[in-house]
């Protein structure tokens, strides 16, 4: 099946601990983003990659770091610099982010609780 | 004036009854508008995206109005599968960089 996958689906993390989350997509997409919800709020872009080996910041990058060594993946790194991480976490892809930004597909999310 | 703009609802109606959602954007160079329905703790999913012509699909109708820059969408025959949380979604234009602007949402509750 093509889509995009999301691992873990519920995680937990002690205070000062850095944890990465996960995303892989087989739609042969170039672009890729993560995102993240907090209840009762819209989703806020956290980083964005529009080809492998670069990335840019989105407009809540701080305590974050991406990388992207391969096309299918783009993990995510919280560190112990995000004051607030506890929130659902999604990433998603597209076939390019261009000017008239194309429709993106989201995984299933990673829901994360600092403990 | 917010990026995206939508009423929070709730909309309650009953099975059956037609809805209509509004969602106003600021930036007029916006090309993509998208709505996406996202069911409760799960990921969004793309419902529809929305055409200058405005556009159908079954019992969904989209709508652009750019001078006045809002988009609809309207849902006739409300069936309880519908109950979600309503996106809009609207791309926004740095430089040559399109990145989708995403509203909190419209949530509808339909009951029997």
């Known amino acids: 099946d093509g889509g995009i996958t999301q691992s873990p689906k519920y995680l937990f993390r002690k205070e000062g601990q850095n944890v990465t989350l996960s995303c892989e997509q087989n739609?042969?997409?170039?672009?890729m983003y993560w995102y993240r919800q907090d209840p009762g709020q819209g989703l806020r872009l956290i980083y964005y990659?529009?080809?492998?080996?670069?990335?840019q910041k989105g407009d809540i990058a701080e305590g974050y770091s991406v990388s992207r060594e391969k096309k299918e993946s783009f993990p995510l790194t919280v560190t112990s610099a995000q004051k607030n991480p506890t929130a659902f976490y999604l990433c998603?892809?597209?076939?390019?982010?261009?000017?008239?930004?194309?429709?993106?597909?989201f995984g299933p999310g990673t829901r994360l609780t600092v403990l | 004036r917010k990026e995206v703009e939508q009423d929070p609802g709730p909309f309650n109606v009953p099975e059956g009854a037609t809805v209509a959602f509004n969602c106003t954007y600021s930036?007029?160079?916006?090309?993509?508008f998208f709505w996406y329905r996202q069911d409760c703790r799960k990921e969004p999913k793309l419902l529809m995206s929305?055409?200058?012509s405005g556009n159908e699909d079954g019992r969904f109708t989209a709508q652009l109005n750019r001078a006045s820059q809002y988009i609809s969408l309207l849902i006739r025959d409300s069936k309880l599968s519908d109950s979600a949380t309503y996106l809009c979604?609207?791309?926004?234009?740095?430089?040559?960089?399109?990145?989708?602007?995403f509203g909190k949402g419209t949530k509808l509750s339909v009951k029997p």
């Open positions: 739609l042969n997409h170039d672009a």
């Open positions: 990659s529009q080809i492998v080996n670069d990335f």
């Open positions: 979604v609207v791309n926004m234009i740095k430089g040559s960089q399109g990145n989708l602007i």
């Open positions: 929305v055409y200058s």
């Open positions: 998603a892809s597209s076939r390019t982010s261009g000017g008239a930004a194309d429709t993106q597909y």
């Open positions: 930036n007029s160079a916006s090309q993509s």
